[in-house]
């Protein structure tokens, strides 16, 4: 079983669309989560940590159920900017291993 | 702040051929890790660097894969013999524990390894 489970996609969605991406993780003891974005043939970079409580940064809001094992990314007002891969990431035990799912790809038409 | 580096950005070589790759982490970060994502699959772990000591190598494949990371700033990731299956794109991450945000990781841009 994979540690991350995503559902790739792709999602195509109008400028202006609210899209949400979830993604289910298997290890209970995991320590941290993480949304990362990649462009096409760049590296991952940072957009969000989650958190139990959950945290909004603009246009972007990223839940946490760690009952359910379950992490949520919510995009309001897409940009065509936000066309990209969305990668959930969950670290192990001791927060240092990052383990990614296969990302979620986003295309946002004009 | 200059971010995470590595070298080649590209790297095309012959099964049976060694290949070694270089990162250069963001100064002051303790923490190194390398990752790798062969073609259709997720990013992988690969090991995980404090300092210069090896704190983690569950994801090294096999014995064909040596990393180091001598006097604690860059590392390198050597290749020797090269296979096929090794393809992929190699990433190289740091992170400095801190109290706020003690996991984040950045990454460089990775290197692209076509072994034919």
């Known amino acids: 079983r994979k540690e991350v489970e995503q559902d790739p996609g792709p999602f195509n969605v109008p400028e202006g669309a609210t899209v949400a991406f979830n993604c289910t993780y298997s290890n209970s003891a995991s320590q941290s989560f993480f949304w990362y974005r990649q462009d096409c043939r760049k590296e991952p970079k940072l957009l969000m940590s989650?958190?139990?409580s959950g945290n909004e940064d603009g246009r972007f809001t990223a839940q946490l159920n760690r009952a359910s094992q379950y992490i949520s990314l919510l995009i309001r007002d897409s940009k065509l900017s936000d066309s990209a891969t969305y990668l959930c990431?969950?670290?192990?035990?001791?927060?240092?291993?990052?383990?990614f799912g296969t990302g979620t790809s986003l295309t946002v038409i004009p | 702040e200059a971010g995470v580096t590595q070298f080649p950005s590209h790297s095309v070589i012959e099964k049976g051929q060694t290949v070694t790759l270089r990162c250069d982490p963001i100064s002051g970060h303790d923490n190194l890790y390398w990752y790798r994502r062969v073609m259709g699959k997720e990013i992988k772990f690969l090991l995980h660097?404090?300092?210069?000591?090896?704190?983690?190598e569950s994801g090294m494949p096999n014995n064909r894969f040596l990393a180091e990371r001598t006097g604690g700033t860059y590392s390198t990731l050597k290749v020797q013999p090269a296979e096929l299956e090794d393809s992929g794109v190699y990433f190289c991450?740091?992170?400095?524990?801190?109290?706020?945000?003690?996991?984040?990781?950045?990454f460089g841009p990775g290197t692209r390894l076509t072994v034919t």
């Open positions: 990431v969950v670290t192990s035990n001791t927060g240092n291993q990052f383990y």
């Open positions: 991450a740091s992170s400095h524990r801190r109290t706020d945000s003690p996991y984040e990781q950045y």
């Open positions: 989650v958190y139990s």
């Open positions: 660097f404090v300092k210069e000591s090896k704190q983690d």
